[in-house]
């Protein structure tokens, strides 16, 4: 198969926007992609999966799949406490989509959501893997393990870029789920 891939460089990062704008900017997106002959499109920013997976279904012609979902079931998976942390952006955390996932597949997991909003211009920069996004991972990190989470969902396609640095904050114990392995 042949690939298009139109990453939205032009209006990154879409935290803080609301999620009326991701909708819209996940609509024309998909529309164009369309418009190029796609079989398939793969929403394959979980900011725009979790504002507009329901609406650009409904609204192409080709099938459409986000990343919310495998990433919801693999860390309903791997938990063994039932206490799941989710890492994201603002808009992604304010859309309630993992929760609801999550809670469908299984009803008793504990799910602890926290908006990350620096880590994504941090990784974007110039120093990726600097103090600064380290010391960002740190406070990120202390209310999930404050919560005994044991399985935490890297939900923006941009934290597996800085894996190494979760990992590290987390330990060993703590189970990284991301979209792209799922």
Do not use: M
């Amino acid at each position: 198969e042949y690939f298009v891939y139109l990453g939205d460089r032009a209006r990154l990062p879409y935290e803080p926007r609301p999620l009326d704008d991701i909708r819209r900017f996940a609509s024309e997106i998909a529309g164009y992609l369309e418009q190029q002959g796609v079989k398939l499109v793969v929403a394959a920013c979980n900011s725009a999966t979790a504002a507009a997976l329901a609406d650009l279904q409904r609204q192409l012609s080709v099938p459409v799949i986000g990343v919310l979902a495998p990433e919801a079931h693999a860390a309903v998976l791997a938990t063994r406490n039932r206490r799941i942390g989710l890492l994201a952006t603002e808009a992604t955390v304010a859309s309630g989509r993992y929760t609801e996932i999550v809670r469908a597949l299984d009803a008793g997991v504990e799910v602890v959501a926290l908006a990350c909003p620096r880590l994504v211009p941090l990784i974007e920069g110039d120093e990726a893997f600097g103090e600064e996004i380290t010391d960002a991972v740190r406070e990120y990190a202390t209310p999930l393990k404050d919560a005994d989470v044991d399985t935490v969902i890297l939900g923006c396609t941009h934290y597996p870029l800085i894996r190494p640095i979760f990992q590290r904050v987390f330990g060993r114990g703590v189970t990284l789920v991301f979209s792209a392995e799922e």
